[in-house]
């Protein structure tokens, strides 16, 4: 199931949306213009979030720096998706400043939890999906009932549908909760791959956050 866009208009640009999703393409292609692997290593380890580091104190500018860093072309096209999609919403429910701020703080705990799961790891954590994942745990409990396009691929099997946002929504974190608990299996100080606590962390932060940013005056009767 493979979000499109969503029927849930906005009444102000989604300014900082637009930022963050310009700031996130222009250091993917600063990565992708160093040319060299051995660059783009260095880059990554110079920014990236080592959550060994974290645990000791060390390096504590990657808890922001990685947030605006990508492994590939599907990592930040999934994720500026994302944000384009949903993002609008939730800055235009928040605020620009306060959408900034809720940004920012779903990063971090996303970062969090990713540390606390796994505090020994040596591997880079890079990605804007924590704080996306914010975005998203905020837009299930803000617009449960904005209708969602979406396209689900089943073998040769292709349709196009609408669906409510707390359905693809939830149906999204139950999937990062599952893999998350099974990714432990492998959670040793030297692995890699898809940090899904991040996601878990991030997602929870944005349900909690999304209440205690008290919203401008919003006017919930335009969401079907």
């Known amino acids: 199931m493979f979000p499109i866009k969503d029927d849930n208009p906005t009444k102000n640009k989604p300014i ?3 930022l963050l999703i310009l700031l996130n393409i222009l250091v993917f292609f600063y990565e992708v213009l160093l040319g060299s692997q051995n660059l783009l290593n260095d880059f990554i380890y110079d920014y990236g979030l080592v959550p060994l580091d974290i645990s000791n104190g060390n390096r504590l500018y990657t808890l922001f720096t990685s947030m605006f860093m990508h492994g590939g072309f599907m990592h930040i096209f999934g994720n500026m998706l994302y944000l384009w999609i949903f993002g609008d919403n939730i800055e235009d ?39 996306i994942a914010g975005v998203l745990g905020a837009y299930l409990v803000t617009f449960p009932r904005a209708k969602v396009h979406c396209i689900v691929i089943f073998g040769f099997f292709i349709k196009w549908i609408k669906l409510p946002a707390f359905f693809v929504l939830f149906f999204w974190f139950v999937l990062q909760l599952f893999s998350g608990i099974g990714s432990l299996e492998y959670g040793t100080q030297g692995s890699g791959g898809v940090a899904y606590f991040a996601h878990i962390g991030g997602f929870i932060a944005g349900v909690v956050l999304v209440k205690i940013l008290k919203p401008h005056q919003y006017d919930s009767n335009r969401i079907s």
């Open 93 to 131: 429910y928040l605020g620009r400043t306060r959408f900034f701020e809720f940004y920012i703080l779903s990063g971090l705990a996303a970062s969090v939890l990713q540390i606390i799961v796994n505090p020994l790891s040596i591997i880079p954590n890079i990605g804007a999906s924590g704080a």
């Open 16 to 18: 900082i949306t637009y």
